[in-house]
């Protein structure tokens, strides 16, 4: 559990992100080191062939592993993403992200994500980033 004010402070920053209303994505659960977003497939987000675009789950996916690191009160910079796409996301699928800290390091950060559809619980996306510490999120 983080505290309230962090917790209020991630969720409100999040919401006012232009990017992240780009596309749609909402914060759904935020605990220490972890992260929970989601998002509609929507038309504007598909490829050629009408499933989601690699370029949308990427960025889901980038997005909540740097929530996860934020809800430990760090800043950080992603430095290495890499990514497996697993299956393809289809127009109207929820798309679930859980982003998770798993080494919490001086000036390096490591993480992880999956993504899955929310309906079938079917993993179309694994991601692991490697983030630059920039400082504290919130100062005392």
């Known amino acids: 559990m983080i505290n309230k004010e962090l917790e209020e402070f991630i969720l409100e920053d999040n919401m006012?992100?232009?990017y992240y209303d780009l596309l749609n994505i909402e914060t759904v659960d935020l605990e220490e080191g972890l992260a929970k977003a989601k998002f509609v497939v929507k038309s504007e987000l598909t490829n050629p062939y009408k499933s989601?675009?690699?370029?949308?789950?990427?960025s889901l996916a980038d997005m909540v592993m740097g929530v996860a690191i934020r809800t430990t009160n760090r800043k950080a910079?992603?430095?290495?993403?890499?990514?497996d796409y697993l299956a393809a996301?289809?127009?109207?699928?929820?798309?679930?992200?859980?982003?998770?800290?798993?080494?919490?390091g001086k000036n390096l950060i490591f993480t992880e994500a999956q993504l899955y559809k929310?309906?079938?619980?079917?993993?179309?996306?694994?991601?692991?980033?490697?983030?630059?510490?920039?400082?504290?999120?919130l100062t005392d």
């Open 16 to 18: 006012n992100t232009p």
């Open 52 to 58: 989601l675009h690699g370029g949308a789950i990427a």
């Open 77 to 83: 910079v992603t430095v290495n993403f890499n990514i």
């Open 89 to 104: 996301g289809e127009l109207l699928d929820t798309i679930i992200a859980e982003g998770e800290v798993t080494k919490n």
């Open 118 to 137: 929310e309906r079938t619980k079917k993993i179309i996306a694994r991601a692991k980033g490697t983030f630059m510490a920039q400082g504290p999120l």
